[in-house]
């Protein structure tokens, strides 16, 4: 018998419901049991403490003795039990933790100059500055990594820069988004948007 057949037992056997072969069964289990001989001894002394309760004249302070002997509840490990029936969620957390960890040190160990977009002929680049020309015309978004881009021309698409700067003069005109990223949150969201579009392939949800 194990442990855990034997506590309904003895629930069982101190309301007289446990016929002689389970009362057997559990009194072999008890001697060769010392953890469950002490509770079995405890459930005992409890209940022997509630019989004395429903008698007249229960002296007031006779709850807090009870309560002072009861056996120590055990502990839950409530955390193993949610793990335990949200797998699923549990591994999703888990991806998801890997993930920012993985773009926190990118973002972490990101110095060089990094130039990308779809039509890069007539863009500049001089030393970690990054120049659109007046009267040039790029094609696509632009995404500069760890440097400056100075915008006099027209870009048809979007503008992110990521830790560095934008100058726009006056003559600029950007037809999409102009996304400035220089902080590591603002770095997670944009690679799990990247990583959304490979994903998905479409551009993530503006929130």
């Not at 442990?3 to 389970?22: I, S, V």
């Not at 807090?64 to 969620?89: D, E, F, G, T, Y």
Request: proline share 5%; net charge neutral.
């Amino acid at each position: 018998m194990q442990c855990k057949e034997a506590l309904p037992l003895m629930h069982d056997y101190l309301d007289g419901q446990l016929n002689a072969t389970r009362q057997l069964e559990l009194r072999y289990h008890l001697r060769d049991c010392p953890a469950c001989s002490s509770r079995f001894r405890a459930l005992e002394k409890t209940e022997a403490l509630v019989k004395v309760l429903e008698r007249p004249q229960t002296p007031d302070d006779l709850t807090a003795k009870i309560m002072a002997n009861l056996p120590p509840a055990p502990v839950r490990r409530s955390w193993v039990s949610w793990v335990r029936r949200h797998p699923a969620a549990t591994a999703a957390a888990a991806f998801l933790i890997v993930m920012i960890s993985s773009f926190l040190s990118m973002w972490n160990q990101g110095t060089q100059l990094i130039v990308k977009g779809d039509d890069l002929d007539g863009v500049f680049i001089e030393g970690r500055n990054v120049i659109v020309p007046e009267n040039s015309t790029m094609k696509g978004s632009l995404v500069v990594e760890n440097g400056t881009v100075q915008v006099d021309g027209d870009v048809k698409g979007n503008l992110t820069v990521i830790d560095g700067k934008a100058v726009l003069a006056s003559t600029a005109h950007i037809s999409g988004q102009v996304t400035e990223v220089d902080r590591a949150l603002d770095w997670i969201w944009y690679k799990f948007g990247e990583w959304y579009t490979l994903l998905v392939g479409q551009p993530q949800p503006q929130s």
